[in-house]
């Protein structure tokens, strides 16, 4: 079960390159492979829930000396989110994604992606998590560029050389790291680190970790290259992009702060809420001054990632839970506000919302699938937003972490300011004059965009049983001792 989720899409993506002029087995088969894998990974995660983590050592070489698998509760619900965005992708692509595309390799370059993402949440050793992390960063490169248009490209390059510039730092890390410690298998690491005087090079090691892992996960000052790069493909890869890209950076840090910061934890947790709240702030503000829908969705990831980070720095068992429940509810709401944003551009040619209006009174059913998504991420109750944003609040006051609590609140404000900026723009005023005709909204788009809100709606609704198994991730993350115990068996 723990090879599955990287075998699956392997073998999916083989099968995919061999039938890629069939268009009609590409879509079935595609869909079908992801419900799979959100089987398995449903399978897993009750699985470690029950019986603990589990952990593989690849070729019967005993840990740390051979490719270690490892399946604990953080990455078991990693997988299962990932895996049901992969779903309701699959159904909404034939719908916005042009037959080109899709015959010129777009189902096996997102099969390509899903390894990639699944083995950086299962690995256990740093240097197969850098392996992992190209494969994932090569298929989205040419997903971002699939197609060829100007501005595709233009966002590509930008994509593909920040993209370099963090695997630069990884490797860089990696060196220094496996210079000092003679080791790169995460749990030996770990337990090396606790014992290690000589500090200086490890924490270099970590610094140039974090600022990798920072470029990935689009925080501050490296943010600027995603709205650059995020609106330029079809909404639907932008939109798988939303839900799995930068969240594997996030779960990569808060991996590696349980397992690695054992020495100057003062600073590391200050330096972490210093970059929360200004990663927070200056995503927010540079969203509510955007009128093209998906810049202002794309500096929202930015805004939201910095809720994750919070959660982190604070780092009690209560803020690492929300911060994992927040993780979860943006994959979802964020995917399908972009989504929606689809059907938009569907409906009325334009993503500017200078350009949009009366899109309620034409299509309520439309109105209804942005307002749900986008009310979660501005916080409105009962939606999963406004637990996240609770969750870490209360975690904040708890830790008497007041400066970064009140940031969060206010940046929750402003959420709702470009929320309701697009619901007033594009679906609340009158149609203008100079709106092209309404165009046909297709089924699967609608279908699709419509199982992911009653996904947000669910996981607001079952608030209180999701955030116990995330409470229990969270007791995994911050016991290191029992990661290490799992794979070194002492």
């Given at each position: ?17 061999f039938?890629?002029?069939?268009l ?17 990974s ?9 019986n ?5 050592q690849?070729?019967?070489?005993p ?32 719908g ?8 010129a390799?777009?189902y096996?370059?997102?099969?390509g992606?899903?390894?990639?993402v ?35 490209l ?20 990696i ?15 770990a337990?090396?680190m ?5 500090m ?20 501050f ?23 799995t ?5 996030i ?8 397992l ?19 990663t ?7 969203a509510?001054?955007?009128f ?10 930015i805004?939201?990632v910095?809720y994750?980070?919070m ?11 929300a ?12 995917t399908?506000t ?5 059907l ?11 350009y949009?209006g ?20 501005a ?20 830790a ?5 609590t ?12 470009s ?14 004059d100079d ?5 046909p909204?297709?089924k ?7 199982l ?8 607001g ?30």
């Amino acid at each position: 079960m723990l090879i599955a989720p990287i075998l699956l899409p392997l073998l999916s993506m083989v099968i995919l390159i061999f039938t890629r002029r069939w268009l009609v087995f590409q879509q079935t088969f595609s869909l079908l492979a992801t419900i799979m894998l959100t089987v398995i990974s449903l399978t897993l995660l009750l699985d470690i829930n029950t019986n603990g983590i589990i952990t593989i050592q690849m070729g019967s070489w005993p840990a740390p000396y051979g490719i270690t698998l490892i399946g604990d509760l953080l990455a078991s619900i990693m997988l299962l989110t990932t895996s049901f965005v992969a779903i309701v992708v699959m159904i909404y692509s034939p719908g916005f994604i042009d037959r080109e595309r899709q015959t010129a390799g777009y189902y096996p370059l997102v099969f390509g992606l899903l390894m990639g993402v699944n083995g950086a949440f299962l690995t256990g050793d740093i240097f197969n998590l850098y392996v992992w992390y190209e494969v994932m960063l090569t298929s989205s490169f040419v997903l971002i560029a699939l197609g060829g248009s100007a501005e595709q490209l233009r966002g590509s390059v930008k994509y593909v050389t920040i993209s370099f510039v963090a695997s630069i730092f990884f490797v860089s890390a990696i060196g220094i790291i496996y210079g000092q410690t003679g080791t790169l298998n995460m749990a030996d690491l770990a337990y090396k680190m606790r014992t290690w005087d000589d500090m200086p090079y490890i924490n270099s090691g970590l610094m140039l970790f974090f600022i990798a892992f920072s470029i990935k996960s689009a925080l501050f000052p490296f943010f600027f290259w995603l709205p650059a790069s995020y609106h330029t493909p079809p909404v639907a890869i932008t939109a798988l992009f939303a839900g799995t890209l930068t969240k594997v950076g996030i779960y990569t840090m808060i991996r590696f702060f349980s397992l690695f910061v054992v020495q100057d934890v003062v600073f590391w947790k200050t330096f972490l809420l210093v970059i929360a709240g200004l990663t927070m702030s200056i995503g927010v503000m540079m969203a509510a001054s955007q009128f093209d829908i998906r810049k202002i969705l794309s500096f929202h990831i930015i805004s939201q990632v910095g809720y994750m980070v919070m959660g982190l720095a604070i780092f009690t068992v209560n803020s690492v839970a929300a911060a994992i429940y927040f993780t979860v509810h943006n994959m979802l709401s964020k995917t399908n506000t972009f989504l929606a944003g689809g059907l938009v551009y569907q409906r009325s040619g334009s993503y500017d919302l200078k350009y949009l209006g009366g899109l309620y009174k034409t299509m309520p059913f439309l109105a209804i699938l942005f307002f749900v998504p986008a009310m979660s991420l501005a916080g409105i109750p009962p939606l999963p937003g406004f637990f996240g944003k609770f969750f870490l609040i209360k975690g904040g006051f708890e830790a008497g972490q007041y400066v970064i609590t009140a940031v969060a609140i206010l940046v929750g404000l402003f959420t709702l300011f470009s929320m309701i900026k697009i619901w007033n723009e594009a679906y609340w005023k009158k149609e203008p004059d100079d709106m092209p005709e309404p165009g046909p909204v297709s089924k699967g788009t609608l279908v699709a965009t419509a199982l992911l809100a009653a996904a947000v709606v669910a996981l607001g609704v079952f608030a209180g049983p999701v955030m116990e198994v995330c409470h229990a991730a969270a007791l995994q993350v911050t016991s290191p001792e029992v990661y290490i115990e799992a794979v070194l068996g002492n």
